[in-house]
């Protein structure tokens, strides 16, 4: 559709663009193809979810680096998909169960509760895919996966059963986290351990023997109901002779022993004793397989009390807390309290303290796993982008415990294992129909699912076919690139890593960048209970989505969080409609004349530095890229797009372009050409961030002149598209170094005469007059500013008459202005209200000097200076030193004025 009189309006196009492309098969990558492969998979969201800032972020980012490579013209893969996400779906469906029909999942039974999850997911499931698409995102739709799937699933057999048959999946009775209200074992990485003021709360245990006591301090009273020791330094002399003895639970009828552990009690802290319940702590649980104590569990899956309570089975976790604290005070054993700050683990998805507790559960054993992970990296087969986290990387793997993978839900991966009444357990890819030990018929399939990010770490691998040795695998494993947040290095990156390495012998991809987290801004982290979350579909249904993608990729530098403000983006949608503006204005100026080519050296100054300027950016672009610097190419891109192509050099063109003389035709026709490919290139080296403009633009663009990459063209395309056009070239024959000097000398003296105007508030309507001044230093240098062909040029610019002026002339009267090696002269009488302009100068310099004073007594309080990070204060010198100098200009200015009276 013609740009014409159109207005931009990115409702109007974006969803119709996005439509243009899947009908061209834009986004497919071929499985055979003699061009070089890339391919990067996309996280998979959780089909639960629905689009945040930190889905559009990373798809900004992903897309950005995809839509790039495929215009280099390589075989570009984007894989997307949808994580089954255990917890969180069977959270959702339950409460939808309990809500619409008043049943739980234990009403239904297993298999009809997991029918019902599936039509969840089939109902609501892609919501999330749909809202990736209005993002621009471009996946290959035609290999959309789901970590559920069959062949999927077939991986994750294959991967369980391998670690089993090697000995690195163990089934055993350990230490766990686990959520009472989700019922489920937890990782330690699903924990969030968040400081919370708590109260150490002591009391004393009689020696059995009646000769005296032990004082131990908690913050868990009630876990005393499984205590099955009191362990003290075997070198602290106020204890050692306890070693041996035993003391009397004051509560149950039973005894335990004092035991000595230098590993597990401290001297120092505390009362130099400690509680043991082996059962209900990871440093009690090493303890009791130290010292072979009793393992006693005292609190059940919903976090009551067992029957080894005694008189307070039954009772809640919290509410046992307090019964016992009641219950040992009435003994007369309470010994003090005070405030105590200290971590509480948390569940990462319900938020609700999580309780460790001895439980028989699936673990894999990593450190066999972690050592490959760790050595890839060293040896630069996987980079880390940016590279400060790679020491985190090996620090986490270094340290690595083994990791519990079973989860007590009935949503998920099953666990691949099956259990015969003769006691044999049979680990195998499919369900067996018999017992290998016995004969046996009558088994039964292990009850628990797998952990969610065993499947996820499969995810570059399974997702192209493995263990299969597809045509996909072959051509698009290891992947290219893995962009992700940092915040799941570890949760997803390093078990990929981990998986990938032992599965297949390849790292799973070659390069690893991070970005940061989307902040609102103030700085906090969004969410919807505070009040500060931002749907980035209500910002492109009022920005646009490429504003907003613009802005995403703008802030993202490597591994830094962004603080995102609204007015930014609409920021950048009037960038966007400058853009827009500069299309048609070219469509206009251009008419229906042919366009010849572009000289390889053009006469125009304008054209070229333009070209000059045009290579220049191309090239920093493109390095940014290669890179992941995305903030950096927008940068450049913003910069050349805006303040060069449509602030100046399309004004530039507008005498040639609209010039009727027959002698200026060379001149004009060149203009023609050059603005053409200037801008068609332009919105080549946009596309990749702000792809339906650019299509939209592109499209109206003279076909003369588009050029397409080698593989541009898939099976059924007729229609050409900007996604599949190349990416431009550096050619550094462009690069014009006399140009680039001409052209700033020019822009120097432009923007000194606006900034007179500006200063003496003279409308861009009133023609002024403005006299060059030519140091003697610059001799005949910049002469050249007033030939003819040129000053008309420049008095377009700046809507004056420019002449020359000799050093020895009486420029009282006159505002003056620095143009590099040139002095700018500007009448002033006639043309400005000396009494008006004298009083808006002076209220301007009593503002600017009250703000300086106390930006300067700030500055001046050493509390300040010393407290203050150092940032703030560099910020602080920075704005003293721009008002000092506002002030000077302003002083200045008010005596040109008082000249005139």
Known sequence: MPIGNRSYDPQEFESRIYQFWLDRRAFEAEDASPRESFSIVIPPPNITGSLHMGHALTATIQDTIVRYQRMLGKNALWLPGTDHAGIATQMVVERHLAKTEKLSRHDLGREKFVERVWEWRNQYGGRITEQHKALGASVDWGRERFTLDDGLSRAVREAFVRLYEDGLIYRAERMIQWCPRCRTALSDLEVVHVETKGELWSFAYPLADGSGEIVVATTRPETMLGDTAVAVHPEDERHRALIGRSVRHPILDRTFAVVGDPILVDPKFGTGAVKVTPAHDPSDFECGRRNALPFLRMLDEDGKVTAAGGPFAGLDRAKAR???????????????????????????????????????????????????????????????????????????????????????????????????????????????????????????????????????????????????????????????????????????????????????????????????????????????????????????????????????????????????????????????????????????????????????????????????????????????????????????????????????????????????????????????????????????????????????????????????????????????????????????????????????????????????????????????????????????????????????????????????????????????????????????????????????????????????EGLEKRLANPEFTAKAPGEVVAEMRERIAHSRDRCAQIEDAIQRLAQLV
Not at 465 to 493: K, N
Not at 662 to 686: D, I, Y
């Open 322 to 852: 307090e019964a016992v604290k009641e219950k040992l005070t009435e003994l007369g054993l309470f010994r003090g309290s005070k405030e105590h700050v200290h971590a509480v683990g948390r569940c990462q998805r319900c938020e609700t303290v999580v309780e460790p507790m001895v439980s028989t559960q699936w673990f894999a054993n990593m450190k066999p796993l972690a050592e490959p992970a760790i050595a890839a990296v060293r040896e630069g087969k996987t980079v880390i982008l940016p590279e400060q986290w790679t020491k985190t990387y090996f620090h986490w793997l270094e340290g690595i415990q083994d990791w519990c993978i079973s989860r007590q839900l009935w949503w998920g991966h099953r666990i691949p294992a099956w259990y015969c009444p003769c006691g044999e357990t049979i680990v195998a890819r499919e369900a067996p129909a018999k017992c290998p030990k016995c004969g046996g018929a009558e088994l039964r399939q292990d009850e628990d699912v797998l952990d969610t990010w065993f499947s996820s770490g499969l995810w570059p691998c399974s997702t192209l076919g493995w263990p299969a040795p597809t045509p996909a695998f072959r051509t698009f494993y290891p992947t290219s690139v893995m962009e992700t947040g940092f915040d799941i290095l570890f949760f997803w990156v390093a078990r990929m890593m981990m998986m990938g390495l032992r599965m297949t012998g390849e790292v799973p991809f070659r390069t690893v960048v991070l970005h940061g987290m989307v902040l609102d801004a103030q700085g906090r982290k969004m969410s919807k209970t505070r009040g500060n979350a931002i749907d980035p579909l209500d910002v492109t249904a009022k920005f646009g989505t490429d504003a907003l993608r613009f802005t995403l990729a703008s802030y993202s530098a490597q591994g830094q969080s962004m603080k995102l403000d609204p007015k930014r983006i609409e920021g950048y949608r009037f960038f966007c409609n400058k853009i827009w503006n500069a299309v048609r204005f070219m469509e206009g100026a251009l008419g229906d004349g042919p366009l010849g080519p572009v000289p390889s050296r053009p006469a125009d100054l304008g054209n070229r530095w333009i070209l000059s300027r045009l290579d220049e950016t191309t090239a920093a672009v493109r390095a940014a890229l290669d890179g992941f610097r995305l903030d950096e190419a927008c940068a450049a891109l913003y910069a050349f797009t805006w303040r060069e192509l449509c602030d100046w050099y399309i004004e530039w063109t507008k005498p040639a372009l609209y010039a009727r003389d027959p002698a200026t035709a060379t001149v004009k026709e060149e203009t023609r050409s050059t603005l053409q490919h200037v801008v068609e290139t332009t919105l080549r080296l946009l596309h990749p961030v702000i792809p339906f403009l650019t299509e939209e633009l592109w499209q109206e663009m003279p076909r003369s002149t588009h050029s397409f990459a080698p593989g541009a063209s898939v099976p059924g395309a007729v229609i050409p598209t900007l996604a599949r056009a190349p990416y431009p070239a550096v050619d550094p024959a462009r690069r014009d170094t006399d140009a680039a000097a001409r052209f700033q000398a020019l822009q120097d003296l432009v923007t000194t005469v606006r900034s007179v105007r500006a200063e003496y508030n003279i409308g861009p309507s009133q023609r002024i007059t403005a006299r060059v001044v030519f140091a003697p230093e610059a001799g005949e240098e910049l002469r050249w500013l007033l030939a003819p062909e040129v000053v008309g040029r420049i008095g377009t610019l700046c809507s004056a008459d420019v002449t020359a002026a000799s050093p020895g002339d009486d420029l009282s009267g006159h505002a003056l202005g620095v143009a590099g090696k040139l002095t700018v002269a500007v009448p002033l009488a006639g043309i400005v209200d000396v009494a008006a302009e004298r009083v808006r100068h002076e209220k301007e310099l009593a503002k600017v000097r009250k703000e300086l």
